[in-house]
């Protein structure tokens, strides 16, 4: 399974942007797909996850009133749109995807197999 991440940048506080992160090499029935962030000197955060086969989803607790995970199954695609953003969402955001039954682990970046290369998301003024 290869994931490209693409759609970071720099955006003021409050502002809006929507990451994209592109999954290929197998057929995604049974994974999750997720998005976590690692900010500098910090560990990596979980940010949201999707299961596949059904679109289930589930958010840090910081990020559920203001991010929101999408798919797109035609284009093997997940999202991330991001609103409302601050400063301390500033970070390099990961997709990364597991596979297999991680209901209880899902917010736990060890149980993730595959990580894409991270995009940089900055927001300052």
């Known amino acids: 399974v290869q994931l490209q991440a693409s759609g970071g940048g720099l955006v003021q506080p409050g502002a809006s942007l929507k990451l994209s992160c592109a999954v290929s090499?197998?057929?995604?029935?049974?994974?999750?797909v997720g998005w976590f962030r690692q900010a500098p000197g910090k560990a990596r955060e979980f940010v949201a996850t999707?299961?596949?086969?059904?679109?289930?989803?589930v958010y840090g607790d910081s990020m559920k009133d203001r991010f929101t995970i999408s798919r797109d199954i035609a284009k093997t695609t997940i999202y991330l749109q991001m609103n409302s953003l601050k400063a301390e969402d500033t970070a390099v955001y990961y997709c990364?995807?597991?596979?297999?039954?991680?209901?209880?682990?899902?917010?736990?970046?060890?149980?993730?197999?595959?990580w894409g290369q991270g995009t940089q998301v900055t927001v300052s003024s």
């Open positions: 990364a995807a597991a596979y297999g039954a991680i209901s209880t682990t899902r917010t736990r970046t060890d149980v993730y197999q595959y």
């Open positions: 090499g197998r057929t995604l029935h049974g994974y999750h």
């Open positions: 999707l299961k596949w086969s059904g679109g289930a989803t």
